[in-house]
């Protein structure tokens, strides 16, 4: 029998009916902080620069179906935490451990804010490595680490001293492990960085920036998931 709804006496004495699923969705989008100018995080700076610089101006409220997709993958984070803490490999596992990059540039200064999801030290030669876990609807598909992935990871290995990084890509059905060690290369940290000066410069002076992913043929196939779409059509069609 389906039934959403549940009569559960209110504090002032009445029945109310209670929907768990509203519930989890509130919670979810209270989670869903809003964005401030000058301050980025390093997950965003992977996707198409014009859809980040529309997410601070013009922010859209995360669809409810994303929202729950996101809390699924972050239990399978969670569990792949409580897997490496019980293991015996490691002498210290910190879960979630905050990092913060400055950034003081000629053209203005801004601040980046991550947590690692995993940060540990093996007991064996006490190697510092971190570990960035992403959860895949299908780990048959993933055969080498995403671009974006690896840019999010160099932050990380740039604020928080560490031998190396490894991203975890886990299959949310059985939690199949694909894993693919990342080091630290300082051409692609820059590249990362100007990308952020990039969107900053933009923020900053109210100007929109290129349509990114419209014009690359290997990414416009993403411009038909983005929230942004039709604003997006309409600066290029006002632009032609
Ligand atoms: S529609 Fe495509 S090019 Fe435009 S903002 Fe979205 S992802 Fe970027």
Not at 12 to 39: C, M, Q, S, T, Y
Not at 74 to 83: G, L
Not at 99 to 125: C, E, L, M, W
Request: negative net charge; contains cysteine; aromatic residues 10%.
């Amino acid at each position: 029998m389906e039934n959403n709804l549940l009569n559960i006496p209110h504090e002032n004495g009445d029945l109310v009916d209670i929907d768990i699923g509203e519930i989890i969705d509130e919670f979810l989008e209270e989670e869903a902080r809003p964005k401030r100018v000058g301050v980025y995080f390093p997950s965003e700076i992977g996707m198409c620069i014009r859809r980040s610089y529309y997410s601070y101006g013009l922010p859209k409220p995360t669809e409810r179906s994303a929202l729950r997709i996101f809390a699924l993958g972050n239990s399978v984070h969670s569990f792949i935490a409580e897997a490496l803490k019980a293991s015996k490999e490691f002498s210290t596992v910190e879960e979630e451990k905050p990092i913060k990059i400055q950034h003081n540039g000629p053209d203005g200064s801004f601040s980046i804010y991550g947590r690692i999801d995993d940060y540990v030290v093996t007991k064996a030669g006490s190697k510092k490595i971190i570990i960035e876990a992403k959860s895949v609807g299908d780990i048959n598909r993933v055969e080498k680490p995403e671009m974006k992935h690896v840019m999010q990871i160099m932050l990380y290995l740039a604020a928080q001293e560490a031998d190396y990084g490894i991203l975890v890509y886990a299959d949310k059905k059985n939690l199949e492990i694909r894993q693919f060690r990342v080091d630290y290369d300082d051409g692609l940290y820059r590249k990362v960085m100007s990308r952020f000066e990039e969107l900053d410069s933009h923020l900053k002076r109210k100007k929109l920036p290129r349509a990114e992913y419209y014009f690359d043929a290997d990414k416009v196939w993403e411009c038909k998931y983005c929230p942004y779409f039709q604003d997006c059509m309409q600066a290029i069609a006002d632009d032609e």
